[in-house]
């Protein structure tokens, strides 16, 4: 299945410094130490602003992470990806604030965040920025983040979707709670906002809830403290890749974000997500928009980005990537020569997701790879795909993707902040508009219109 004609790519660049994809960006020496200041988000904002890029995207999660003992020793010591994250709410707002286009895309938890805080941060950002908001709809995955939450372990996957449908659906429903002009504003009649177009959610709330943790079941009785906002409410993405996690996607996503292991691998998915909500979900296919995940490495000339590769691929060293692995892992420790199948079959379920566990699977089988190789890899771009070469030949290789129907679009995994998307915006974006696939400026004020989704 082919692109229909006019539509254009969607660019999203994925953000969590100092960690990124890349194991050892926080050890470039060129790169920026200040990943703590306001400056570092804003300037990584009007970057991806000035390349027309839909949206930056800030990834979230809720505790160090640890290995099978409950040790965080290994992460911190190694800036392994999660030993900081800033708050996405706080980021999202400071980056609205030095921007006035690009999307922006905070991650929240569904299994510990309340529902109305999580309508009511995020429809907050929305008005503040002008409607430019999407929530990355996230279960959490680990019981070090329960734990810092309040809870004892974290729910199986199941469990954690069941709840993630019900917060989602009182989400929106807050969301909608006040109907388009229900805020009127009449100085001269003196009616402020109309009570007849502003909604409960629901009369009765079932305490306490039947997760047992007496939070109500992910209800909320209404309405909101917010009117609609610029583009109605905010955009809802979502990364699940388990057939759990596909079927969340299909119900409720606007934006999937996957990582393929193939070509082939990529159409599927997206023809299946496609499928699934207009199937089992009545929704019109062209509602949900399917950006891949791939890590760029952009040069002047093909041989430059080879180079490039070469010397990030040469500043891993292999000890410190086996012992990133065991702690992702939970293994005491690995035999490097072992095959890495097996050594993730043995350890099924350490990371609590089944999606990601799948891919490193399937990447492994094809590469034939042992654990040494699967410990460099995972270091090197967390196995997603990587695009090497010249300006023009990633937007060749962009192009065709989008193009044969494998991707609505990408999301841009750095390898180094800020100068991988500094690169790919100079360069990359230029061949991509010289081809007509990529926009040249943007068209609408609003998240959704950048998509090419109606307001809400
Ligand atoms: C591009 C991308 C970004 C993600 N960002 C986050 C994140 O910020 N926080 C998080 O807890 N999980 C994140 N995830 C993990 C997903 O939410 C999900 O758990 C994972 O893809 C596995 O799917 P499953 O839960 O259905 O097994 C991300 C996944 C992808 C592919």
Redesign the pocket.
Known sequence: MSQQAGRQMHLVG?V?PPTSQYAENWRDPLGRSDWLSGRFYADLARTLERGCFDMI??????AVPEDGDGDYGTTLRTAGKGSIYLD?ITTVSLAAGATTRIGLGA?I?TSFVPPYAIARQLLSVDHLSGGRVAW??????TDA?ARNMGHESIDP?GA??DRADDVVQTVIDLWNSWEPGALVHDRESGLFADPSRVHRVREELRLPGAHGDGVADGLSRGPLTLPRSPQGHPVLM?????????A?AARWAEVV???GDSEEGMRALREELRERARVDHGRDPDSIRV?Q?VQPVVGWTDADAEAKLRMLRNRIDPAEALVKLARLLHADDLDPQALAVDVLAAHRGAT????????LAAVSTQRGFTVADLAIEQALNQL?PQVVGSPATVADRLGHLYLSGAADGF?V?PALYHSSFEDFVAGVVPELQCRGIFRTGYTGATLREHLGYRLH
């Open positions: 994925m969590n995207f800030f990834a979230d999660a809720l996405p991650t938890s990355n709809i996230v279960t959490s995955t983040e996957p954690r979707y979502q990364a699940g890749s388990s057939p759990r996690g596909r969340f974000f996957a990582v950006l995940g609590g997701s089944m999606g990601f566990e799948d891919m997603h999301i995994f």
